[in-house]
């Protein structure tokens, strides 16, 4: 008789939306109900919500994380012409938003074992453009796959270069650095709620984080068309992006269980970890002391990568490849600086790099599964 089995999902949002369906039914039609869609009740008290979260004194929602670093980087007014420093390992978007406002992302390395930027590759980089006589105003630190970046290294030499930290927390948000939520880490901090992130919405999604006071008021006005004190007061330049009041109603029910899923999220990862331990040719995700990730993905670097992959999807687990490419070998994005010695590890790394599935809801039968394999 053939056994019958539910597919492996790569991030199962049924599992998480089962348990608390009846909630989000609720809290959609009071939405349908009042009829505000946009900046409804709910998106000020999901705001008020992840304030308590993370314990940043700011925090603005926005239509989505790339809006958010947009929104960022025009509120610490960078101009065009100006440098951002980015990681060649990480999603587009952190040198996306960048780009589109004419300022210069200028490719930078990671470290091999955790994906992060890494402070010596940042320091080159920064003397290498100060050389070419280009103009650094900032950072676009970014948490791969939920593991804040070393914001120690990155902060000393952001003050000592006079640089602004953006931190791309588009995967971290819940992780925490030396206590520190995500949302504290840079000068102003981002975050997506994209399904896939650890805390996603049904739709786009995205929020600004900041505690200093003069950036918040700029924030809360370029995410409204620039707005002033009046409504059709527009002191600045400004753009449309606000986070859907539907999609704050389902925030707030999802952030209430979001605690206990970081939790679960941790307990799989240790649970891979063990597994991995002693298999010479696959090399774990390494975290670094002090920090707790949310787990975005669960990493690992296979030398014999594609043997591994076709090896999983033979026993019907899926697997993905975050990410294929560096930034800086992107074809939009091959006219922009790296350091002259180009960014090898990330090269590497996009060749042997491999994400496993990874949800709270992750069943222990799954991760079995792939250690019979091994
Ligand atoms: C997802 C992501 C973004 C962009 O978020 P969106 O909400 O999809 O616009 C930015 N940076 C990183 C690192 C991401 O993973």
């Known amino acids: 008789m053939k056994e019958y089995t539910e597919p492996v999902n790569f991030i199962d949002l049924n599992a998480q939306q089962k348990t608390i369906r009846e909630n989000l039914g609720l809290a959609i039609n009071k939405v349908l109900e009042h009829g505000k869609y946009i900046m409804g009740p709910e998106v000020s008290e999901f705001e008020s919500l992840l304030k308590d979260f993370t314990k940043s004194k700011n925090v603005f929602s926005c239509a989505n ?42 490719f930078v390395d990671v470290d091999e074992r955790t994906f992060n930027i890494s402070a010596e590759s940042l320091q080159l980089g920064i003397n290498e453009a100060k050389k070419q006589n280009l103009n650094p ?31 791309d927390g588009a995967q971290s948000l819940g992780a925490t650095y030396y206590d520190k939520n995500v949302g504290l880490l840079g000068d102003i901090s981002t975050t997506s709620f994209f399904p896939a992130k650890p805390m996603g919405c049904y739709g786009d999604g995205g929020a600004i984080f ?17 707005r002033g004190a009046e409504k059709y007061d527009h002191t600045r330049l400004g753009v449309n992006s606000r986070l859907d009041t539907i999609q704050a109603a389902i925030l707030i029910e999802k952030l209430k269980i979001f605690p206990k899923e970081i939790q679960m999220r941790n307990e799989i990862a240790r649970t891979y970890n063990k597994i991995f331990k002693d298999c010479n040719y696959i090399r774990t995700p390494k975290i ?48 922009y600086p790296s350091i002259s ?13 491999l994400s496993l599935p990874m949800h709270p809801y992750l069943e222990k039968s799954t991760i079995e599964k792939i250690a019979n394999i091994l």
């Open 65 to 106: 994380g790339t809006d958010a670093l947009t929104i960022a980087m025009m509120a610490l007014e960078f101009k065009a012409g100006d440098v951002v420093f980015v990681p060649s390992f990480t999603y587009i978007a952190s040198a996306e938003a960048a780009a589109l406002l004419g300022i210069t992302p200028f």
């Open 137 to 167: 105003v900032g950072i676009i630190s970014v948490d791969l796959f939920g593991q804040p970046a070393d914001y120690n290294e990155i902060k000393t030499i952001a003050s000592k270069e006079g640089l602004k930290i953006v931190a």
């Open 210 to 226: 900041t505690d200093n006071d003069v950036l918040a008021e700029r924030i809360n006005s370029i995410r409204l068309h620039g």
């Open 288 to 335: 670094k002391d002090g920090i707790i990730s949310t787990w975005a993905q669960y990493t690992l670097i296979i030398n014999n990568r594609d043997e591994f992959q076709m090896k999983l999807r033979d026993i019907g687990i899926p697997s993905v490849i975050y990410y294929p490419k560096p930034l800086s070998q992107q074809p939009g994005y091959k006219n």
């Open 341 to 353: 010695s180009g960014t090898p590890i990330s090269e590497r790394l996009c060749k042997e790099v």
